[in-house]
């Protein structure tokens, strides 16, 4: 029978050990027995299925081919969503995300057809059983429930069939197989617990062992190791034993030793390291290395020379039906290629790199951790960079290992895998298996995959499915086929750069593997190309067009470039869009940022002339700009694109063009002066244009003298010199080449000085310093300074800003060390003239700014400074005057300046302190100053008093009483006083100036004078007032609120009360006189009337809170009758107010007086007993001749009153006692409670309570569960009283020594925590005869004096928060001792009772 493609998929190149491209290692393929030449995966791909094998699985979902590709399964990667749907071609394409990696479909899965088919068949006709474990190496074998052992070979056959259904009655089913290195011998083991040797050259049973481990359990792993006479075993109890093949005088036999005991640990997995071909002679061979996983840790020990354990890592937390996993790779890491052990339990894979000490100890690495977010049940390795990890979800993840990306994922549910949960539950010898290892099998599947090679095989209940990596060129093609064309290339690339994972199938070196993924994505962009056009909708919007090549377009372009394929970009790739205008379109505005970004430099003659065309038609000109002055003018047509551009005014791309195609610089200036300079010169308006358009100019001219190239680049250095002379004399030019009669001389410069005469000066500035040692240049700087002279100077066309600008760079360049220019004196005469000019009042800040500039960088020199003063003086130019004066040190004369000055004199007080400060002046210097200030200190004053004052606290402390003496106007002085003594308050300046209580008095006069409403806040704030003036000064301007917080300050309470009383007096007045004085007034003066009665009763309210807060701060001082000589009369004003304004007509105003009147009764009623307010209210003659209606409302608000404070009593009552009775009982409650010790020994000698069986002894037994005999305690001395006390309280010696865990002993013996809650003292003993011996008696006696604090203790750690108790009895502390319901009467409503219910104790 003829190899099918799917047998053959057994032997693929995926099969090649794959060691991270270590150039020392060399891929190769392993030895498959019977097969002479193993095919390739090319060959595989290339060649037909010429003949299908016998059997086929009629499951047809299995083999559909819209579900495979080639002869295998698409697969669903993370990259690229689409792969293996058939209806992936009527989705919307997505973008590629630039950023994004791309990996296509990493892994091949394919359906092995003849074994599959031989299963079912085996199953159906010889009654084999369903498969229950599969094993691959050289061979396949499939183990079934019924015994047998299928052996297939590589091309799928059935060779062997071992066993038979009498041994599958007496074993029961294959429950796990493993195949020797060189595929001789084959071990089974069976869910009863026997293990049989197989020969597989000719089918001979060679061993049926069934002592190698306890009888009752089924054999759940078993394998091979290097050494083919050692192997190990695993079975359902968790133990793991060690096989040993004998064979002696022909017999054969076998030792078994226990390796790990379940009874310590149960193990589920075990996984010997078995060393490929390419490392047997690896230096950690000789070890024979063994990792074992129990349910809660991985071990790993060594089997020979002797057993060893290098290594035991205890898992971290998971679940417990998480089922845990090993697997060896050998993996080069740091140029070393050394075994690594992966080992996963839940949804985290850890990775351990085993080494060899040169000491010869084995040296265990652990590296980066790779979390997931499934639970996964099977880990296998691939290569030495991948993984297969299977989650229990069914889905496959290929992993890259080094960067622990998810490569790709893989629906496995439709394999059906077979699970091992029978065998670990040892349903085949009654089940007798623990919990944890019955739980941890309901997702094992150990024996349904197996990897050798670079292959990983996987059992369903029907078939047998093999996997394996795809190489390079497949995985591209699986993506062309689905048509992503750009993931193809973003993969292709990624081959390219060598950033892809899991690569399979590129050899050679770096070059060649490049050249190899160059051709073939050049055949992906051609294809891409070909399937843009042909797939281009024929109908619709121009948008969906446009959209349709705008995804196409560039990424045909970008690849081209990265590829460096410029020829096939404009050659095949843009003739075959060409066709479609559309595509055309695109592909040309798609050039522009690879040639901004300078990625494309060169673009063919007519790709040139069309992107031309195409930008001019769509008004893109900007682009095109941007374009040209990127490209390399040899691939232009100059005469076309010169002309395109001067048409639309592309004039960076003009000089771009002449500057580097023809090596011309002095055109481009002539163009464009002859177009700005007609403008400039005839003095028109310029427009945006005309503007944009001189700032190149000067901008260009710049670079040329500088040796730069314009817009981009620099000159070529042996034109740099050539183009600097060419500029200068373009610009000393005496006529223009076009000339008229009407042109003025240096046509240039005239333009050039009109347009921007400072930046043209700037510009010359910057190419002066750079000639320097150029005697050629040097001839050219004179000559243009000579034509600036003779151009500026006498014409009236220029400003005095611009002819200062010119002196001020002529000033500059002759102050120069090395300067060489030569300027007429006479001319620097001439400008100062001109810009002193005192009958010319126009631009007179302008003149003064440049004729500053002029003397500041050097141009004092060339003047007479006696002339120079003369004339400043004259213009005004107080700035001038300052220099001038600075030079000569006359500082003093420096202020008259900025007094003189409108701009600038806010700036004097800075400048004088400034001067003042600075180390550099002299003593007589700063004298002459300060007398100059104090003779000007009546305008300073006027000026700013603020700043004034804070330069007399830091300056003038002495003379303080001379400046107030001399200030006349009273405004001003208590401005300056005001702020003077505001600035004394701070810390540092009351040092530096001590001044007198004479000066706070005369503030306060001027204050009583001039801002009366400040003067309460002065008072207040300020404490430097002698009592006794203070109060006449108030007194003599009747300020009464002053007068009385001073005499309240003082001591006088009654005559400060009667001082506030007038206030509020006449304020009531006040409003009775607007309120009478406004009944017979028109509408408007009604409406007036109102505003002003709301502003007196305002007014009112602010009086009567002010008395209502004296009366508070005093009354706790006074006795009863004091208080009522307070109260009383303050409660007479506004009753009587009531009185007068009773017949009016305004309910508002009234209605406020009532408020205001009641709320003195509140306040009044925490002082004054409420029976003395009654008969003081009732002897009013308003009240005591009256109706009882109308005090009604006083007494129902005192009702009012009485009712809420006897609420309050009440609740406050009732709290304490629920709060008390709640301690109590749960302090009884825990005194009371029985007690449940730790352990029944003493913690103290370590002996069983009952150490004697004939003698009673008594114990004692704490709160924290520990128990001491009583003589232990007492040698300890635990006791807190003498020995000799009856009941002597004890304290626990663990919780509170030194030797326990919780601390040192306690600092307050009366308050230990350490102590129990209820202290219980047992005695032990025999009860009498007849009873049970072994029963104890127990008396328990309560202590309850001591324990009381030891409950409080813990009730207060159990209790969250403080209780209500302890918050009502910090509030009585903060209370008076007087009136313990003390109200506020600032804010009475804001206080509401917050009443909680009990809190929770908590058992």
Not at 10 to 34: G, H, R, T
Not at 862 to 876: C, S, V
Not at 1170 to 1183: E, G, K, S, T
Not at 1203 to 1221: A, C, I, S, V, W
Request: hydrophobic content about 40%.
């Amino acid at each position: 029978m003829s190899q099918s493609p799917d047998s053959r998929s057994l032997l693929s190149a995926s099969s090649q050990l794959n060691l991270m491209e270590v150039e020392s290692i060399d891929d190769k393929e392993f030895d498959i027995p019977q097969v002479d030449t193993p095919p390739t995966l090319e060959s595989i791909l290339s060649q037909m299925e010429e003949e299908e094998d016998p059997f086929v699985l009629e499951d047809t979902c299995l083999l559909n081919t819209d579900n495979m590709d080639a002869q295998s399964y698409d697969t669903s990667s993370l990259a690229s969503s689409d792969s293996g749907d058939p209806a992936h071609l009527k989705r919307k394409r997505r973008t590629l995300d630039q950023n994004a990696a791309v990996h296509g479909s990493v892994l091949r899965l394919s359906l092995l057809k003849g074994i599959s088919a031989q299963i079912v068949a085996a199953a159906d006709k010889v009654d084999a059983g369903l498969p229950t474990a599969i094993a691959m190496s050289g061979v396949i074998a499939v183990g079934t429930s019924h015994g047998l052992a299928l052996v297939f070979d590589t091309n799928q056959a059935l060779r062997l069939c071992l066993g038979s259904k009498t041994t599958g009655a007496e074993f029961g089913a294959v429950s796990a197989l493993s195949i020797n290195h060189d595929c001789s011998r084959v071990l089974c083991g069976f869910a009863k617990g026997q293990i049989t040797m197989w020969d597989l050259a000719n089918g001979k049973l060679l061993r049926t062992i069934t002592d190698a481990h306890p009888p009752g359990t089924a054999i759940l792993h078993v394998k091979f190791t290097d050494d083919p006479t050692l192997a190990v075993c695993n079975d359902s109890g968790g133990s793991v034993f060690e096989l040993t093949f004998r064979r002696v005088m022909g017999m054969r036999s076998c030792d078994s030793r226990c390796l790990f005991s379940g009874s310590k640990g149960e193990v589920c997995c075990i996984e010997p390291l078995r060393t490929p071909p390419d490392f047997r002679d690896h230096p950690i061979t000789c070890y024979s290395l063994l990792a074992m996983a129990s349910l809660t840790k991985i071990l790993i020990i060594g089997l020979k020379p002797s057993l060893n354990v290098w290594m035991t890592l205890p898992y971290t937390k998971s679940d417990p039906s998480s089922v845990p996993q090993l697997a060896w790779q050998f993996v080069p890491v740091q140029k070393t290629v050394n075994p690594m052990l992966a080992f996963c339990k839940g949804d985290s894979v850890h990775f351990l790199l085993v080494k060899k000490e040169e000491t010869g100890t084995i040296h265990v690495i652990k590296q980066r951790q790779l979390q997931l977010s499934c639970d996964i049940i099977s880990l296998n390795w691939i290569n030495s960079c991948s993984l297969v990890l299977l989650d229990s979800h069914e889905k496959l993840h290929v992993v890259d290992r080094p960067t622990h990306d998810v490569l790709e994922t893989l629906d496995l549910e439709q394999v059906q895998l077979v699970y091992n949960s029978r065998h670990f539950k040892s349903l085949a010898t009654g089940g007798n298996v623990s919990q944890a290892l019955a739980l941890v099998g309901e997702k094992a599947c150990y024996q349904s995959l197996s990897s050798y090679a670079g292959q990983i095989v996987c059992l369903g209940t029907k078939s047998a499915h093999i996997m394996s990596l795809r190489n390079w060129k497949e995985r591209l093609d699986c993506l062309l086929k689905q048509e992503h064309f750009t993931e193809a290339l973003s993969l292709a690339w990624s081959f390219h750069e060598g950033t892809a994972k899991a690569v399979v199938g590129l050899h050679g070196d770096s070059q060649k593997r490049k050249a190899v993924i160059s051709d073939k994505m050049v055949e992906i962009l051609l294809h891409f190309t070909e399937y843009a056009v042909k797939k281009c909708p024929e109908q619709g919007k121009l948008q969906v067009l446009e959209q349709h090549f705008q995804e196409v377009v560039p990424v045909l372009v970008d690849y081209c470039l990265l590829l460096q394929k410029a020829d096939l970009l404009f050659n095949q790739l843009y003739s075959r869009l060409v066709e479609n205008m559309v595509a055309k379109g695109v592909f040309l505005e798609s050039l522009e940022s690879y040639i901004v970004a300078n990625r494309l430099g060169h673009i063919t003659t007519p790709v040139m002339k069309d992107l031309l065309a195409h930008y001019h038609d769509n008004g893109m000109m900007d682009s095109l700009e941007r374009c040209i002055v990127h490209l390399d003018v040899t691939s232009l047509d100059i005469q076309q694109v010169v002309q395109v551009c001067w048409n639309n005014q592309l004039y960076d791309a003009v000089i771009y063009i002449f500057n580097r195609g023809m090596n011309d610089y002095i055109t481009p200036m002539e163009k464009l002066f002859s177009v700005i300079g007609p403008r400039v010169r005839e003095g028109r308006s310029l427009t945006g244009d005309d503007v944009v358009m001189g700032n190149k100019l000067l901008v260009y001219i710049s670079c040329c003298l500088a040796g730069r190239a314009y817009p981009i680049g620099d000159i070529p250095e042996d034109l740099v010199v050539q183009v600097k002379y060419q500029v200068f004399e373009f610009l000393i030019r005496l006529h223009s080449g076009d000339s008229s009669q009407k042109e003025e001389v240096f046509p240039f410069i005239h333009t050039l000085l009109h347009f921007d005469t400072r930046e043209f000066l700037n510009v010359l500035a910057m190419t002066f310093d750079d000639v320097q040692n150029d005697k050629q240049a040097l001839e050219y700087q004179q000559r243009i300074v000579d034509i600036l002279l003779q151009v500026m100077v006498d014409n009236p066309d220029f400003t005095p800003s611009q002819v200062g600008g010119l002196f001020t760079f002529l000033a500059r360049q002759l102050a120069k060390p090395n300067n060489t220019l030569f300027v007429n004196r006479n001319l620097f005469d001439q400008v100062l003239e001109f810009l002193c000019c005192p009958d010319d009042d126009s631009r007179h800040t302008e003149r003064q700014q440049v004729l500053l500039e002029l003397l500041q960088v050097g141009g004092v020199v060339q003047f007479n400074e006696e002339r120079l003063f003369t004339l400043a003086e004259k213009a005004k130019f107080y700035q001038i005057c300052e220099f001038l004066y600075e030079k000569k040190h006359l500082y003093d004369r420096i202020v008259d300046c900025y007094l003189q000055d409108p701009l600038r004199k806010a700036e004097i007080f800075s400048y004088i302190h400034n001067l003042m400060s600075m180390p550099g002046y002299s003593s007589e210097e700063k004298l002459k100053v300060k007398e100059k200030v104090l003779q000007h200190m009546q305008e300073l004053v006027s000026l700013d008093p603020g700043k004034l004052a804070d330069l007399v606290v830091w300056h003038f402390t002495e003379e303080v009483q001379t400046i107030i003496s001399e200030l006349q106007d009273d405004s001003l002085l208590f401005q300056f006083l005001r702020c003077l003594l505001k600035s004394q308050e701070g810390s540092q300046a009351a040092s530096r100036l001590p001044l007198e209580s004479e000066f706070y008095e005369l503030l306060l006069d001027l204050m009583c004078r001039f801002e009366p409403q400040e003067l309460l806040k002065f008072l207040h704030t300020s404490q430097h007032y002698r009592l006794e003036e203070a109060i006449q000064i108030t007194e003599k301007y009747h300020c009464n609120e002053a007068k009385a917080y001073l005499l309240e300050k003082k001591g006088d309470i009654p005559g400060a009360f009667a001082g506030l009383l007038q206030t509020l007096k006449d304020r009531l007045d006040v409003l009775a006189a607007q309120m009478s004085g406004g009944i017979g007034g028109g509408v408007d003066g009604r409406d007036e009337e109102e505003a002003n009665g709301e502003f007196t009763l305002t007014t009112v309210k602010s009086s009567l809170n002010q008395m209502i807060l004296f009366c508070h701060r005093n009354c706790q001082n006074l006795d009863q009758e004091q208080r009522k000589d307070l109260w009383f009369p303050l409660l007479d004003t506004m009753m009587a107010s009531q009185k007068e304004v009773m017949g009016l007509s305004d309910k508002h105003i009234s209605d406020g007086l009532k408020e205001m009147t009641l709320k003195v009764l509140n306040c009044m009623s925490s002082f004054i007993s409420l029976p003395a307010i009654i008969q003081q209210i009732l002897q009013d003659p308003v009240y005591g001749r009256g109706k009882l209606a109308e005090i009604q409302g006083l007494i129902l608000g005192m009702l009012d009153t009485f009712t809420y404070e006897q609420t309050l009593l009440e609740t406050t009552t009732n709290l304490l006692n629920h709060d008390l009775h709640w301690s109590l009982a749960h302090l009884r409650s825990a005194v009371t409670k029985g007690l449940h010790p730790r352990q029944d020994c003493c913690n103290i000698c370590l002996q069983h309570y009952k150490r004697k069986q004939d003698a009673s002894e008594e114990i004692i037994v704490f709160s924290c569960g520990h128990l001491y005999h009583l003589q232990c305690l007492q040698q300890k001395d635990c006791g807190w009283g003498a020995a000799s006390e009856p009941q002597q309280p004890w304290r626990c010696y663990k919780c509170s020594s030194s030797h326990g865990g919780r601390g040192g002993a306690c600092s307050e013996p009366n308050r230990s925590r350490s102590a129990s809650l209820a202290q219980t003292r047992f005695s032990s003993g025999h009860h009498e005869k007849g009873t049970e011996t072994h029963r104890k008696k127990v008396v328990a006696v309560a202590t309850l004096d001591v324990q009381q604090e030891l409950s409080w203790d813990h009730l207060r750690g159990l209790y969250r928060g403080p209780s209500r108790l302890s918050i009502l009895s910090e509030v009585s502390h903060g209370q008076s001792s007087e009136k313990a319901g003390f109200l506020l009467p600032a804010q009475p409503e804001s206080f509401h009772l917050k009443l909680a219910p009990p809190p929770l104790f908590e058992e």
